[in-house]
């Protein structure tokens, strides 16, 4: 379902043939990304990443907040090489399951604010990229790719 990410290693142009890779939960897919897997970020990027908890990050009243529109927002551990960033991004729409914390999530980049960098008070400039959250993945990567599951769409 979703074909947008690329292992770091050279492999032969074509996967089949290796085994699926199945990993424990959310957690340890993400690990292996950000291992394993080309993880860059520039806009229009399609990205793995983990739901946290904004209850123990930021002192939040709820994990992830359910908006007026129907959409969620959530803050999200994105994939990359040095073990991911913190964002806030919300769902493309408001169809699609309720997040939890510890979902796999496909995030995709728009545009970075150094604006909301600041008021994120983040030390790692990445927190200032807005994007949004465009389905969840299943902790399963087979044939080269992300096993997608249900879409946030309109």
Same mark, same amino acid.
């Given at each position: ?12 142009a ?5 085994p699926?890779l ?40 709820? %994990? ?15 994939a990359s ?13 408001a ?10 999530? #496909? ?11 600041? %008021?994120?008070? #983040? ?23 992300w ?8």
């Amino acid at each position: 379902m979703f074909k947008f990410l690329k292992r770091k290693h050279q492999l032969p142009a074509r996967s089949e043939g290796f085994p699926p890779l199945h990993f424990r939960d959310g957690s340890g897919a993400l690990e292996y990304a950000c291992k394993y897997l080309e993880c860059s970020l520039h806009e229009g990027a399609l990205l793995p990443a983990l739901v946290l908890d904004a209850r123990e990050l930021f002192g939040a009243s709820s %994990a992830v907040q359910k908006q007026h529109d129907g959409n969620q927002a959530a803050m999200l551990r994105v994939a990359s090489q040095d073990g991911g960033f913190v964002v806030l991004a919300t769902t493309a729409a408001a169809s699609g399951p309720s997040l939890q914390p510890g979902d796999f999530v #496909a995030w995709q980049a728009g545009k970075h604010s150094p604006d909301v960098a600041v %008021a994120m008070s #983040a030390t790692d400039s990445r927190s200032g990229w807005i994007g949004l959250i465009v389905g969840t993945l299943k902790p399963e990567h087979s044939e080269g790719r992300w096993v997608g599951g249900a879409r946030y769409t309109p």
